[in-house]
Antibody, heavy 126, light 111 residues
Framework: QLQLQESGPGLVKPSETLSLTCTVS??????????WGWIRQPPGKGLEWIGS?????????????YYNPSLKSRVTISVDTSKRQFSLKVGSVTAADTAVYYC????????????WGKGTTVTVSS | QSALTQPASVSGSPGQSITISCTGT?????????VSWYQQHPGKAPKLMIY???NRPSGVSNRFSGSKSGNTASLTISGLQAEDEADYYC???????????FGGGTKLTVL
């Protein structure tokens, strides 16, 4: 059964880059069935879609990324197949980027998130 | 402001039924049957409850049901139980290059 685990620094300084990874176990990161996504939740607030990447060697749109327009200029999502990980980078962070960050699978052709990581808390503070 | 609109809160007594609405546009909820619902208890990751408007994943109680009419999707919980008290979020595919939209979330209180 597919499992996801987020990892990365819990504290990031303002103006720096937030970097997180999500390790995939129990399945292939090259699966054509999934988009690999990131969602965050600021303290006391709702879920916010950050973006996702589709990675499969068998399709012409492998490597395609999809970002929340409000974050697009600061966000990069990528895949490292050798490590079975996908990653998130958010540049020029401020206190507003303080949140619990979740990685999740987004099922292709249905676009629902059926597998979630447990989440990791990132605080932006000097 | 979230892309999909949900009521901030709903409440009901044990045994009753409640419905949570999720309003989108003709670019998402209104044109695609890719609406999903998630339950989130405090300190926990969200859990998929409904997908493709009205389908339940294995293991989800049949007290949870989903539907859609026009640009509005709905989640109905029947026979309310104390354990249903949680936050609920809707999500939809969107034809924009964003892929997915979330609603702002609804806090369900079981009185």
């Amino acid at each position: 059964q597919l499992q996801l685990q987020e990892s990365g620094p819990g504290l990031v300084k303002p103006s720096e880059t937030l970097s997180l990874t999500c390790t995939v176990s129990g399945g292939s990161i090259s699966s054509s069935s999934y988009y690999w996504g990131w969602i965050r939740q600021p303290p006391g607030k709702g879920l916010e879609w950050i973006g996702s990447i589709y990675y499969s060697g068998s399709t012409s749109y492998s490597g395609s990324t999809y970002y929340n327009p409000s974050l697009k200029s600061r966000v990069t999502i990528s895949v490292d197949t050798s490590k079975r990980q996908f990653s998130l980078k958010v540049g020029s962070v401020t206190a507003a980027d303080t949140a619990v960050y979740y990685c999740a699978t987004v099922l292709d052709y249905h676009y629902y998130m059926d597998v979630w990581g447990k989440g990791t808390t990132v605080t932006v503070s000097s | 402001q979230s892309a999909l609109t949900q009521p901030a809160s709903v409440s009901g007594s044990p045994g009753q039924s409640i419905t949570i609405s999720c309003t989108g546009t003709s670019s998402d909820v209104g044109v695609y049957n890719y609406v999903s619902w998630y339950q989130q208890h405090p300190g926990k990751a969200p859990k998929l409850m409904i997908y493709d408007v009205s389908n339940r994943p294995s293991g989800v109680s049949n007290r949870f049901s989903g539907s859609k009419s026009g640009n509005t999707a709905s989640l109905t919980i029947s026979g309310l139980q104390a354990e249903d008290e949680a936050d609920y979020y809707c999500s939809s595919y969107t034809s924009s290059n964003t892929l997915v939209l979330f609603g702002g979330g609804t806090k369900l209180t079981v009185l």
